[in-house]
């Protein structure tokens, strides 16, 4: 049989930087949709980068950036003793960058289906802005938050480029299951390569069908 | 009593203009706001909300002052204590009609169960907003409005996507609720039957500023007369040696008019015209439903 390891791995780094995206994915594209300010073309764009560049691309810069031959790795070794190269949370920083788009991009589109006066009515009502976004309009996008999650999950517990520039393949802490998957077919045995393309396969074909299935909840619950 | 002199820079399809406007409101006055699109009514009517900011000036409710750009005042939304309608309704999607009005309730509220009550909505207690119709979205956006008890209700076209018959009660429930709730209300809206059914006054918009207001009756005077006028098509003609028969339609119905040859001489099949009767008193009978003349 094969080693379970790497994907447990996998599930965990998914489901940390889903949890972490939906946190911070929410005020982002919020203030992205409503926000005046003409810097948010600029954070638009930031956000979005992720979805066109190569992960390897990426995992390069955050290597690059992390080193502790870099002034940023230097000072994060030297101020807080951490070094996220080849380690799991320097694969969740970077995942979390890298799931950005896969996160803000539903959440925009649905913040931006929704009609202002829902938001102004809640605030005629005396309502804080805080408190329309909780109980109004999220509520509201429950379907465009629910694309949101999957997305992000879906694509870290695949992540291949990412991990395999910046995670330096160490069992247990940075060895996924599509790190592994690459290994075994390098070394030629199929067999387990199959057991980890099929776990792969069946956990995205898994999630998109529990999205379809929560998402007609959501519709008809309402 | 309600006192707005704020200027403010618009942009209309003629390009931008700096609209002014000096109203006064009394206490528990019902007042309408009418004039062509992009004439400045809603924007008034958001900036006596807080929901838009002006450019300069003043507004101060009963002494209250709720923004002064000078002492750089403007108080939130939140704090203003309005009702406000919107022409979407705003309901809340993912709340049931309770739901809605129970959201709404703050320290001052009235029992969410006496208003479902007043405004007949018990029936709709746990319906989604999706599943109501028109009227019924109207009546819960009211209650919703009314919930926090207000001193002003500010309705935006609230009517404007109703058919005539459902408009009418709504219009009588209206005036019933600003009454019955001493309300002081303002409703912009384009519809001259509402003015003068609903409101004691009339504040009409255009150029940029409010250029007439006062009294339905006395804005619209020029507009009233006894005189019974309406406007028609010539669809037929009968001409004999003595005098002429034009049929003429009118709406949905025909009328026949006997005029002199000389003067029908003026006229063709299809011209329009307006028929006018002196000296006339018209006698009104009430339209039955789906009634048809």
């Keep these: 049989?094969?080693?379970?390891?790497?994907?447990?791995?996998?599930?965990?780094?998914?489901?940390?930087?889903?949890?972490?995206?939906?946190?911070?994915?929410?005020?982002?594209?919020?203030?992205?949709?409503?926000?005046?300010?003409?810097?948010?073309?600029?954070?638009?764009?930031?956000?979005?980068?992720?979805?066109?560049?190569?992960?390897?691309?990426?995992?390069?810069?955050f290597l690059l950036l992390w080193s502790p031959l870099s002034p940023v790795g230097q000072m994060?070794?030297?101020?807080?003793?951490?070094?996220?190269?080849?380690?799991?949370?320097?694969?969740?920083?970077?995942?979390?960058?890298?799931?950005?788009?896969?996160?803000?991009?539903?959440?925009?589109?649905?913040?931006?289906?929704?009609?202002?006066?829902?938001?102004?009515?809640?605030?005629?009502?005396?309502?804080?802005?805080?408190?329309?976004?909780?109980?109004?309009?999220?509520?509201?996008?429950?379907?465009?938050?629910?694309?949101?999650?999957?997305?992000?999950?879906?694509?870290?517990?695949?992540?291949?480029?990412?991990?395999?520039?910046?995670?330096?393949?160490?069992p247990g802490k940075t060895l996924t299951s599509s790190i592994a998957l690459y290994d075994h077919v390098e070394a030629l045995e199929f067999s387990q390569a199959h057991i980890y393309a099929a776990v792969i396969t069946f956990s995205a074909f898994l999630s998109l069908v529990l999205l379809f299935i929560l998402n007609k909840k959501t519709r008809s619950g309402r | 009593m309600i006192s707005i002199n704020v200027s403010k820079k618009l942009l209309t399809s003629e390009?931008?203009?700096?609209?002014?406007?000096?109203?006064?409101?009394?206490?528990?006055?019902?007042?309408?706001?009418?004039?062509?699109?992009?004439?400045?009514?809603?924007?008034?009517?958001?900036?006596?909300?807080?929901?838009t900011k002006p450019d300069t000036g003043s507004i101060i409710v009963n002494g209250q002052v709720w923004f002064d750009s000078e002492k750089k005042i403007n108080i939130p939304v939140q704090k203003r204590n309005i009702g406000f309608v919107f022409q979407d309704y705003a309901l809340f999607p993912t709340m049931t009609v309770r739901q809605n009005l129970e959201y709404a309730a703050g320290k001052n509220s009235m029992s969410i169960g006496a208003i479902m009550e007043t405004m007949a909505l018990n029936t709709f207690a746990n319906t989604y907003p999706a599943d109501l119709s028109g009227g019924q979205c109207q009546r819960v956006a009211l209650a919703r409005a009314l919930v926090r008890s207000p001193q002003i209700l500010l309705l935006d076209e609230p009517l404007s996507a109703l058919d005539w018959q459902l408009r009418c009660t709504l219009q009588n429930e209206i005036i019933k609720l600003h009454n019955q709730f001493n309300l002081t209300s303002v409703i912009v809206t384009h519809d001259i039957t509402e003015i003068f059914k609903m409101t004691d006054k009339v504040a009409v918009f255009g150029n940029g500023t409010v250029l007439r207001q006062g009294t339905p009756d006395l804005v619209f005077g020029n507009r009233l007369s006894t005189r019974f006028r309406v406007i028609g098509k010539i669809v037929a003609f009968k001409t004999s040696e003595v005098a002429s028969v034009m049929t003429v339609q009118v709406g949905d119905s025909l009328t026949q008019i006997v005029v002199d040859t000389e003067e029908a001489a003026h006229y063709k099949a299809g011209d329009e015209v307006i028929v006018a009767a002196k000296a006339f008193k018209p006698i009104l009978l009430p339209l039955a439903k789906n009634q048809k003349l």
């Design chain 1, 1 to 61: 049989m094969i080693d379970i390891t790497p994907v447990i791995l996998s599930f965990r780094l998914a489901l940390l930087c889903t949890i972490i995206l939906t946190i911070i994915g929410v005020p982002i594209s919020y203030w992205l949709t409503s926000s005046q300010s003409l810097l948010k073309y600029f954070f638009r764009s930031a956000v979005l980068l992720p979805l066109i560049l190569p992960p390897s691309v990426l995992g390069f810069y």
């Design chain 2, 15 to 51: 390009g931008p203009i700096t609209f002014s406007v000096h109203l006064e409101i009394n206490k528990r006055e019902f007042i309408s706001f009418f004039g062509p699109s992009g004439a400045g009514k809603t924007t008034t009517l958001r900036m006596l909300a807080g929901l």
């Design chain 1, 76 to 170: 994060l070794d030297k101020v807080f003793h951490i070094r996220l190269v080849f380690s799991f949370e320097g694969l969740v920083i970077a995942s979390v960058i890298a799931g950005l788009p896969f996160m803000i991009n539903p959440l925009m589109a649905g913040f931006e289906s929704l009609s202002l006066s829902l938001k102004e009515a809640s605030n005629t009502l005396g309502k804080s802005d805080f408190e329309t976004l909780i109980r109004v309009l999220l509520p509201s996008i429950r379907p465009s938050l629910l694309i949101g999650i999957i997305m992000t999950f879906v694509h870290t517990f695949g992540e291949f480029g990412l991990v395999l520039m910046l995670g330096g393949k160490i």
